[in-house]
Antibody
């Protein structure tokens, strides 16, 4: 059974940093692109970043470029999101999501974690 | 960036009704369109990809259609378990973008 479990969320002050983790199981993690998607309270979904299966390519939404860094550790079956210089508008539930196609890039999210709340507030 | 506009933002229908949700892209995205369902407090669930392909395990009363800029998610006979918010998502180009969502309620 495919499982994605996020951790590392919490309350942080504006300008602070946080590192999210997503632990994967039930599939060959190293074969898949992985994504982070967020949802502000009561709002819609926003794709944040993704990373290629070998980590050689990474893409970000403009609003987080230069502040967030996505990475992965295939030995640990985990993907991470390092978030620096956090802003109030980064407050959201953050989901990690798997790309649907192994050994390819479909940009279709077939499995999602349960989400982790990040609150940026003074 | 490609803007995705969903309508309506909310709807109320009776059990057994046919329900249609539309999604319009700001430019031609071919068939690069997915639909997700999200229930309160839960993660989104993939329903349909490539505009019209049903994901495994999704009930056949759901269907997707469209290409280019105009897309539709149809529920042929609304059931109580379909109460949720539905989002479209384009993957024609980065950044990947979602529609604003359509909340479906039972009348």
């Amino acid at each position: 059974e495919v499982q994605l479990v996020e951790s590392g969320g919490g309350l942080v002050q504006p300008g602070g940093s946080l590192r999210l983790s997503c632990a994967a199981s039930g599939f060959t993690f190293s074969d898949y692109w992985m994504n982070w998607v967020r949802q502000a309270p009561g709002k819609g979904l926003e794709w944040v970043a993704n990373i290629k299966k070998d980590g050689s390519e990474k893409y970000y939404v403009d609003s987080v470029k230069g502040r967030f860094t996505i990475s992965r550790d295939d030995a640990q079956n985990s993907v991470y999101l390092q978030m620096n210089t956090l802003r109030v508008e980064d407050t959201a539930v953050y989901y990690c999501a798997r790309d649907r196609v192994s050994s390819g890039w479909s940009m279709i999210f077939d499995y999602w974690g349960q989400g982790i709340l990040v609150t940026v507030s003074s | 960036d490609i803007q995705m506009t969903q309508s309506p933002s909310a709807l109320s229908a009776s059990v057994g009704d046919r329900v249609a949700i539309t999604c319009q892209a700001s430019q031609d995205i071919s068939n690069c369109l997915n639909w997700y369902q999200q229930k309160p407090g839960k993660a989104p669930r993939l329903l349909i990809y490539d505009a019209s392909t049903l994901e495994t395990g999704v009930p056949s009363r759901l269907s997707g259609s469209g290409s280019g800029t105009d897309f539709t998610l149809t529920i042929s006979s609304l059931q109580p378990e379909d109460i949720a918010t539905y989002f479209c998502q384009q993957y024609d180009s980065l950044p990947l973008t979602f529609g604003g969502g359509t909340k479906v309620e039972i009348k």
